[in-house]
């Protein structure tokens, strides 16, 4: 191996089949600002060793570790975009089940309704009671998510060895979430509760 101390190695890798040959060199350019030049440079003389006539593609990889990185970031970015995926629609359909949960509790309460708003409860008051409820139901399948989350990390972290480091600001998000999820989605089932008519919802069986 050639090796010039100082900056990170670019690596370079060659595809031909001989035996007792050099299969990878690590090289080290002098600065950060030089690493492109040095790149081209080793790349002519490979092909100039090679004897690679103008035209022919290189029987050798050269890759530095920025190129390395980048590809590794747009991985990664995919990765974080169908993640995002997912859990968006994730939120899309627990937000229609505390909707369908909220919708059915104010079916079976139709009464109750009735009768409070005839002794002169206001709209307002059973569409706040009606949203509040929707919101805990969030928050509590949020937490509860949370959990699972958390725990689900360090297991996995610990079973493959990798190094799990759990903040603050994910859980935090994760709780506003599901605030803005309970708060969205019920806001129907509170309003359609909030604007029964009395007599209506007292003749309901």
């Known amino acids: 191996p050639i090796r010039i101390p100082m900056m990170p190695p ?18 080290a350019a002098k600065s950060s600002n030089t690493i492109n030049l040095a790149q ?31 590809s590794f970031q747009s991985i990664m970015g995919v990765l974080s975009a169908l993640l995002a995926s997912v859990a968006g629609i994730s939120l899309l359909v627990g937000g229609i089940g505390i909707m369908n949960i909220m919708l059915v509790s104010v079916t079976e309460r139709t009464r109750e309704i009735g009768i409070r708003k005839a002794i002169g409860a206001r709209s307002g008051t059973i569409m706040m009671q009606f949203l509040i409820e929707a919101v805990l139901v969030s928050v509590i399948g949020g937490i509860i998510g949370i959990l699972i ?51 209506e919802a007292l003749r309901y069986e």
């Open 149 to 199: 989350g958390g725990g689900g990390a360090e297991i996995v972290g610990q079973a493959m060895g990798i190094g799990n480091v759990l903040t603050v600001q994910p859980i935090l998000l994760s709780f506003l979430f599901s605030l803005i999820i309970g708060t969205v989605f019920g806001v129907y089932p509170a309003r359609k509760a909030a604007y029964l008519q009395p007599i």
């Open 10 to 27: 670019i690596t370079l890798t060659s595809t031909a089949s001989i035996k007792n040959c050099i299969s990878t060199l690590n090289i």
């Open 40 to 70: 081209a440079e080793v790349t002519q003389t490979l092909r100039n060793d090679q004897r690679l006539a103008p035209g022919v593609a290189n029987n050798f990889t050269v890759a530095n570790q920025a190129s390395v990185l980048s």
